[in-house]
């Protein structure tokens, strides 16, 4: 078995839709699935022959379809193609590569509005708790600046003062 | 809010710029959170 997708003729597909069609209401009502599908076969293939079609192409088509219902490839039938197969094993590598190891560095962002300072934003709330805020580098040093005011942002540790200042708000 | 070192030079100049860019900071924070974040 390849990785090539079976094809279907149009009988086959249309079929397939009357089925589905004949099906639906029978599942509706709290028939299983397989009950229901295997009452809707005969139903459909007798629908698609009164509404014009082929009766030997039905027929073909309702024997197909009947003997592959259910049948699953087992995995060691089941062969890849070697571009796929290489493809799949570098996105593997790929994502065995990029996995974060220890600390996960913060998501940062820098301000690109022109506001005369250099400021950074921390949008990513899991690794940086709090409303918005910037931190903003001065010349001897950063202060953390809440964007919208009145809002306490801050949850603490003594290492860090807070402050409310009249002229933030 | 304000949290860092007290009276550093240029704090007032900074808080003002905070206040006028106050809206497209505020889109740029919406605009770059994850999006495992966002509330419907």
Excluded at chain 1, 44 to 73: C, H, M, N, T, Y
Excluded at chain 1, 74 to 79: E, M, P, R
Excluded at chain 1, 139 to 162: F, P, T
Excluded at chain 2, 9 to 31: N, T
Aim: proline share 5%.
């Amino acid at each position: 078995m390849t990785d090539e997708l079976p094809t279907f003729s149009t009988t086959e597909l249309a079929l397939g839709e009357q089925v589905g069609k004949v099906a639906a209401p029978l599942i509706k009502q709290g028939m299983a699935l397989d009950s229901a599908l295997a009452a809707a076969y005969p139903i459909a293939a007798q629908q698609l022959i009164d509404a014009g079609e082929d009766s030997k192409e039905v027929e073909a088509a309702l024997a197909r379809q009947l003997s592959s219902r259910g049948v699953l490839p087992k995995h060691d039938t089941f062969a890849v193609s070697a571009p796929l197969h290489a493809a799949l094993m570098e996105s593997f590598e790929h994502w065995l590569k990029t996995l974060p190891e220890g600390a996960v560095r913060l998501d940062e962002v820098k301000v690109k509005a022109n506001t005369g300072f250099e400021m950074v934003l921390y949008p990513n709330e899991s690794q940086h708790a709090g409303f918005p805020h910037v931190k903003v580098q001065l010349q001897d040093g950063a202060i953390n600046i809440s964007i919208e005011d009145g809002r306490v942002w801050w949850r603490g540790s003594a290492a860090c003062a807070v402050r409310r200042r009249p002229s933030a708000r | 809010m304000v949290a860092g070192k007290r009276s550093l030079r240029g704090e007032a100049a900074a808080l003002r710029a905070v206040k006028d860019y106050k809206q497209s900071l505020l889109d740029e924070w919406h605009a770059t959170r994850p999006d495992d974040q966002k509330l419907p």
